[in-house]
């Protein structure tokens, strides 16, 4: 059985139930492709590539065409889209990325896991949400989501299966209070 | 009558906790106090160090701290739209209605109020300290003042003083401006239960020791009182670069004894400090309101200062002797401090500096500037624009051209990232009057979707 909602313009959240919720609970966000940025990936390469032909028949240079290629296929890699899967089996929680035919795994042991938190992340330019977990025994958080930044409203339900699955009550943002 | 509005209020500034200061105190304080009559209140500032991204303090009080770094005297590196992402991010997320921006000299604050105000934010801004006129670099930062209050929605100023000053410095109407004066935290500093003895009077000093906090009026006032009084002995509290002229002022003297240089002194020690002294000494040479004087007086001290800037509208005059910013005045103003010291009560001093002085009162004046604030007109581009073209043949011209490319960029964002793909932050309700353990639990509401 699976539960399927549609929340964002980019991202889709499955919360696939059908091992049972005793053995696993998986929950899955998909990136969507965005039609503009897909039309950027593929006519990008393509001005450059024009580029550096125009500079090889008129300036004779082989250098510039190869570095130009190597951007080109650099640029193409970095923007394709990378739907991404999360896995909770009972006695620990799975976290894999896949990207096309790629998957990258990383298991980690429930009694490793000491609470599940949501906090609130700020870069010179935006903030954003993520969810991450406090590890016993270790000084950083570690990020469920390294690569993308779901909106909170489809992090909110993975939150609240990990603190169930973990048997913590779910306290947001665990925040750091500081008294002058 | 109706319910009292709650405000959703940003403090934007470059000075905040953990620096210690007069401006942070303010920000906290007031903070705090607005809190506790139900509005939100959001603070953003920079990073400090290793302090980056969303802190809470007590009572709930979030902090940005923002990642850009200070590259001058803690002030943010000023980039003119580079902090317009985050700041329009940080609008949106908190649904702020008023964006409330502290001290001249803080980048952050005009860069913040430019860009809520390309927004359609209401902007009250508080000025704390005075400036000059001639030198070049306050012609510049009345200016870079006279740019970000043209197009300001109302001003608070902390003493009629410096109320002229800003208003003769940007050119604000002076009916925009409101004068609220800072408070002091009473229940933190408070008389000794036990009065030093007087067999020896202790004259505290305690201030940043730079120019402009008369540093070198204290290397000619001290031997002066220390040959005039042989009873008399200094604490001096406080770091800076004339700490050195100090130090050579007490070798040259032999005053070793008699002259105590306690160096950087925390703020959660001020109390301790000044509790062991008798008189409080503040030589500074401008000061718009001087919340040192304050929390001395609070603490039973009496207070001997120069008669410079919003001091003399600081404390009754029973409980300061003012002299002018000159080394036999200010001996004199001490001798007349030592002569009516006997007279003086600490708890009847501290129990009159509750009255006087109430960051609650601050907070419940600074709620009717925000509703003044908000009842202000929402301009178009174009009736903002005429305001800075009056700013100055030429640079009412670049102020123009400053705004008009803040607006595009703005429109820019909208489309890049529209708003709606910004979240909206749930309001954080902390739990009063329970134990501890309980108090720490945040309720996290969304509307009627609760998170817990």
């Known amino acids: 059985m699976a539960e399927c909602g549609i929340f ?3 991202y889709s959240y499955i919360h696939d139930r059908k091992w049972g919720s005793e053995a696993a609970d998986a929950h899955h966000i998909i990136v969507r492709k965005s039609h503009a ?3 950027l990936v593929y006519l990008s390469p393509i001005l450059l590539l024009a580029s550096a032909f125009h500079l090889f028949l008129f300036k004779d240079n082989i250098t510039i065409t190869f570095w130009n290629s190597l951007l080109i296929a650099f640029l193409v890699k970095l923007l394709l889209q990378k739907p991404v899967e999360k896995v909770m089996p009972a006695f620990g929680v799975q976290l894999e990325t896949h990207r096309g035919s790629k998957i990258v795994r990383r298991f980690v042991p429930i009694d490793k896991i000491l609470k599940p938190v949501l906090s609130e992340c700020v870069t010179p330019v935006t903030c954003y949400w993520s969810l991450s977990f ?25 939150w609240k299966a990990l603190c169930a699955a973990i048997g913590s009550e779910g306290i947001l943002g665990t925040p750091t209070a500081d008294a002058p | 009558m109706g319910e009292p509005k709650r405000h959703r209020i940003l403090m934007v500034s470059d000075f905040f906790y953990p620096n ?3 401006v942070e105190n303010h920000i906290y304080y007031l903070s705090q106090c607005l809190l506790k009559l139900g509005h939100k ?19 709930g009080l979030k902090v940005y701290y923002v990642p850009w770094k200070p590259f001058l005297m803690q002030n943010t590196l000023p980039t003119f739209y580079g902090t317009l992402p985050i700041i329009r991010t940080i609008l949106i997320r908190e649904k702020i209605s008023l964006v409330h921006g502290h001290q001249a000299f803080s980048t952050l604050c005009h860069e913040a109020l430019m860009h809520s105000r390309t927004m359609g934010c209401r902007v009250v801004f508080t000025d704390h300290s005075l400036y000059g006129f001639g030198d070049v670099g306050s012609i510049h930062m009345n200016k870079v003042l006279q740019f970000t209050l043209a197009d300001v929605s109302q001003a608070i100023c902390v003493s009629h003083t410096s109320k002229e000053n800003t ?6 109407p002076p009916e925009k401006v409101f ?12 008389p000794a239960l036990e009065r030093p003895s007087d067999n020896e009077i202790v004259i505290v000093v305690i201030s940043r020791l730079v120019y402009r906090k008369g540093a070198d009026l204290l290397v000619e006032v001290i031997p002066e009182v220390c040959r005039l009084y042989p009873n008399v002995r200094f ?12 130090e050579q002022m007490r070798e040259k003297h032999s005053l070793q004894d008699r002259v105590e240089m306690l160096g950087a002194v925390p703020h959660a020690r001020v109390r301790s400090v000044l509790i062991s002294g008798h008189i409080f000494l503040n030589s500074s040479l401008t000061e718009a309101f001087c919340i040192a004087i304050l929390e001395a007086a609070s603490c039973g001290l009496l207070t001997v200062s120069t008669r410079v800037g919003g001091v003399p509208e600081v404390l009754p005059d029973d409980m300061v002797v003012l002299a002018e910013p000159d080394p036999s005045d200010m001996v004199l103003a001490i001798n007349k401090a030592i002569s009516i010291l006997p007279t003086i009560d600490p708890q009847v001093m501290h129990d009159r500096m509750k009255k006087l002085y109430n960051w609650h009162d601050v907070a419940k004046r600074t709620e009717i500037v925000y509703d003044r604030a908000l009842k202000c007109s929402n301009q178009s581009l174009l009736e903002r624009l005429s305001r800075y073209l009056s700013c100055g043949a030429w640079a009412g011209k670049l102020f123009c051209l400053v705004v008009v490319i803040d607006f595009l960029l703005f429109r820019l964002l909208q489309l890049w990232q529209p708003a709606e793909d910004i979240e909206v932050v749930p309001d954080i309700l902390l739990s009063q009057g329970e134990d501890k353990r309980d108090a720490d639990k945040l309720r996290v509401f969304n509307g009627d979707q609760c998170l817990k």
């Open chain 1, 8 to 10: 964002d313009k980019k």
């Open chain 1, 134 to 158: 406090i590890i016993r025994g270790e000084a950083e958080l570690m990020l469920v989501f390294k690569e993308v930044c779901p909106p909170v409203k489809v992090l909110v339900p993975i």
């Open chain 2, 41 to 59: 209140v959001v603070v953003m500032t920079h990073a400090y160090g290793n302090r980056s991204g969303v802190r809470y303090m007590t009572g």
């Open chain 2, 167 to 172: 208003v003769l410095r940007s050119g604000l």
């Open chain 1, 37 to 39: 940025k897909g039309f």
């Open chain 2, 235 to 246: 604490i001096v509290g406080g770091d800076g670069p004339k700490r050195v002229r100090l």
């Open chain 2, 179 to 190: 004068v609220i004066s800072n408070a002091v935290d009473t229940a933190m500093f408070k």
């Open chain 2, 20 to 22: 210690f200061g007069g």
